[in-house]
Nanobody
């Protein structure tokens, strides 16, 4: 059974918006720093944004001012709101959960494709 389930990817024109969602089980979500990574063809996977359990966020310089990460603790879901999308944002986006504590473990979602056309 998938631990992280992503949704919301798709095809959008440059300048458009998409919102990615990642639902996790409570046992993972409540004790994890949640993050979004992306991997474009031929490139390494890179961190896009992360959010702590307390809501502190970090966003990559390449998407700052355009992307926002948030989490809904009641729904065990993390979101990535992507605005003003550019063709260079095209990639597979992965949800990541870095669980701390005695049951420390890292989880990955299956990935969702985001394609931005020019």
């Amino acid at each position: 059974q998938a631990q992280l389930v992503e949704s919301g990817g798709g095809l959008v024109q440059a300048g458009g918006s998409l919102r990615l969602s990642c639902a996790a089980s409570r046992i993972i979500f409540s004790m994890s720093v949640m993050a979004w990574y992306r991997q474009a063809p031929g490139k390494q996977r890179e961190l896009v944004a992360r959010i702590t359990t307390g809501g502190t966020t970090n966003v990559a310089d390449s998407v700052k001012g355009r992307f926002t990460i948030s989490r809904d603790n009641a729904k065990n879901t993390v979101y990535l709101q992507m605005n003003s999308l550019k063709p260079e944002d095209t990639a597979v986006y992965y949800c990541n959960a870095d669980r701390f504590g005695l049951q420390a473990e890292v989880f990955w979602g299956q990935g969702t494709q985001v394609t931005v056309s020019s």
